[in-house]
């Protein structure tokens, strides 16, 4: 079994990835948290995919346990959904021993996280992600939200799970959009802290893509390791953390500017290419790393340029809280595996490069298409 600790004091856990761990999830959720009663929440398809078969583990293993399923989608991570299951919480008279369980993307886990941060002061909480999002990125760091009408995530946490169960197996009946749109949060770790990995993406991209299970627990558990490192330095994102950030101040404007028609993970891909544009510009990379990185985001068949317009993105970028007194914070790389935080580039530069990176049109280049 592959793990990954999650160093924070006294709130550490354990991320372990193995395929078919699922079935265990009894055994390993009674000694990570001692409950005798769970609440596993979930949403319907997941729920007919994987949720019995986990209900059915915890019975054995002796866990009283019910399965509360909601609606698939964005629009579930609310306020109104976190009100509706604390209301199942009510009548399922859960106590403050109780564990919640999250089995899903990146929506479950945050919105359980939240019920699990919030009802009764908190309950032990256990991650079982199942989308390549919320395997790589989202189960790890114990930031939880529902979003609000003025903005994503607006009302959250930092929650840390007692225990992340990763089964690299589920992700053979994710739909294929969602695997690349994970893929580029995956290579986004890659170019922040590991070359290495890096490297191992540029050998072993097609194995991933045709879903073998060898290279995907290799590539889960790297990423769980890259992001827990990062976590663990700083876990409240008062500094370091913010490098995950790489690729997501263009990013962001990408998706407010397709008014969030696109997927997240197609957006931070092409921000990541202008991020690593702007750093060649600013002579912090040659040519040859800069294509290293297009060429590994282009083989994950995710898009690679954004064709919006100049002013548009400026309103979007102006917008990103990362702008203060004309001064832009960028996260920029200095070689694959290492980053910098600038914080002094000046809008005028930052103009420039959009001028020449979001108008560039070219069919040989894989545009971002909104959904
Ligand atoms: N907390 C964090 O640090 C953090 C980090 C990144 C993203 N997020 C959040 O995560 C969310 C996005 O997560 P996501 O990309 O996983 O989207 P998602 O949770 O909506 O899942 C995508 C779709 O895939 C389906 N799915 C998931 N796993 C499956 C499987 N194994 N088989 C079949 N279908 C499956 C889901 O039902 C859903 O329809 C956003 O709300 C974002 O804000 C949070
Ligand atoms: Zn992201």
């Given at each position: 079994?592959?793990?990954?600790?999650?160093?924070?004091?006294?709130?550490?856990?354990?991320?372990?990835v193995?395929?078919?761990?699922?079935d265990?999830?009894?055994?390993?959720?009674?000694e990570?948290?001692?409950?005798?009663?769970?609440?596993?929440?979930?949403?319907?398809?997941?729920?007919?995919?994987?949720?019995?078969r986990?209900?059915?583990?915890?019975?054995?293993?002796?866990?009283?346990?019910?399965?509360?399923?909601?609606?698939?989608?964005e629009?579930?991570?609310?306020?109104?959904?976190?009100?509706y299951?604390?209301?199942?919480?009510?009548?399922?008279?859960?106590?403050?021993?109780?564990?919640?369980?999250?089995?899903?993307?990146?929506?479950?886990?945050?919105?359980?996280?939240?019920?699990?941060a919030t009802?009764?002061?908190?309950?032990?909480?256990?991650?079982?992600?199942?989308?390549?999002?919320?395997?790589c990125?989202?189960?790890i760091?114990?930031?939880v939200?529902?979003?609000?009408?003025?903005?994503?995530?607006?009302?959250?946490?930092?929650?840390?799970?007692?225990l992340?169960?990763?089964?690299?197996?589920?992700?053979?009946?994710?739909?294929?959009?969602?695997?690349?749109?994970?893929?580029?949060?995956?290579?986004?770790?890659?170019?922040?802290?590991?070359e290495?990995?890096?490297?191992?993406?540029?050998?072993?991209?097609?194995?991933?893509?045709?879903?073998?299970?060898?290279?995907?627990?290799?590539?889960?558990?790297?990423n769980?390791?890259?992001?827990?490192?990062?976590?663990?330095?700083?876990?409240?994102?008062l500094?370091?953390?913010?490098?995950?950030?790489?690729?997501?101040?263009?990013?962001?404007?990408?998706?407010?500017?397709?008014?969030?028609?696109?997927?997240?993970?197609?957006?931070?891909?092409?921000?990541?290419?202008?991020?690593?544009?702007?750093?060649?510009?600013?002579?912090?990379?040659?040519?040859?790393?800069?294509?290293?990185?297009?060429?590994?985001?282009?083989?994950?068949q995710?898009?690679?340029?954004a064709?919006?317009?100049?002013?548009?993105?400026?309103?979007?970028?102006?917008?990103?809280?990362?702008?203060s007194?004309n001064?832009?914070?960028?996260?920029?790389?200095?070689?694959?595996?290492?980053?910098?935080?600038?914080?002094?580039?000046s809008?005028?530069?930052?103009?420039?490069?959009v001028?020449?990176?979001?108008?560039?049109?070219?069919?040989?280049?894989?545009?971002?298409?909104?959904?």
């Amino acid at each position: 079994m592959n793990e990954v600790k999650v160093n924070l004091k006294d709130n550490s856990y354990r991320i372990l990835v193995e395929p078919g761990i699922l079935d265990q999830a009894g055994a390993l959720v009674k000694e990570a948290v001692a409950a005798k009663n769970a609440v596993i929440i979930t949403n319907n398809s997941l729920n007919r995919l994987y949720g019995q078969r986990v209900a059915a583990g915890l019975k054995k293993a002796g866990i009283n346990c019910h399965v509360l399923a909601i609606p698939a989608g964005e629009k579930e991570k609310c306020l109104a959904r976190a009100s509706y299951l604390y209301d199942k919480l009510v009548k399922l008279r859960v106590d403050r021993k109780t564990a919640i369980l999250t089995l899903g993307g990146g929506v479950i886990g945050d919105l359980g996280g939240f019920i699990a941060a919030t009802w009764m002061r908190g309950l032990p909480f256990v991650q079982l992600p199942t989308s390549l999002v919320a395997q790589c990125d989202s189960s790890i760091g114990g930031k939880v939200a529902v979003n609000h009408s003025h903005g994503k995530n607006l009302i959250g946490a930092f929650y840390q799970p007692k225990l992340v169960l990763t089964d690299p197996e589920v992700l053979k009946t994710l739909p294929k959009a969602e695997l690349t749109a994970g893929l580029a949060e995956v290579i986004k770790h890659g170019i922040i802290a590991d070359e290495r990995f890096f490297r191992y993406l540029e050998k072993n991209l097609d194995s991933f893509l045709r879903l073998d299970l060898e290279v995907m627990t290799k590539v889960v558990t790297a990423n769980c390791r890259i992001k827990a490192g990062v976590v663990a330095r700083d876990e409240k994102e008062l500094g370091l953390r913010a490098i995950l950030n790489y690729g997501h101040t263009f990013g962001h404007a990408i998706e407010a500017a397709f008014q969030y028609r696109v997927r997240h993970g197609e957006a931070v891909a092409v921000g990541m290419v202008g991020a690593a544009y702007l750093a060649r510009r600013r002579k912090l990379i040659d040519e040859a790393e800069q294509n290293r990185i297009v060429n590994l985001i282009d083989r994950a068949q995710l898009p690679l340029v954004a064709v919006i317009a100049r002013k548009l993105i400026k309103k979007h970028l102006l917008y990103d809280k990362k702008i203060s007194d004309n001064q832009v914070c960028f996260i920029l790389i200095v070689k694959i595996g290492a980053v910098t935080i600038e914080n002094g580039i000046s809008w005028d530069f930052i103009d420039k490069i959009v001028g020449e990176f979001f108008l560039k049109r070219s069919p040989a280049l894989r545009q971002i298409s909104s959904n």
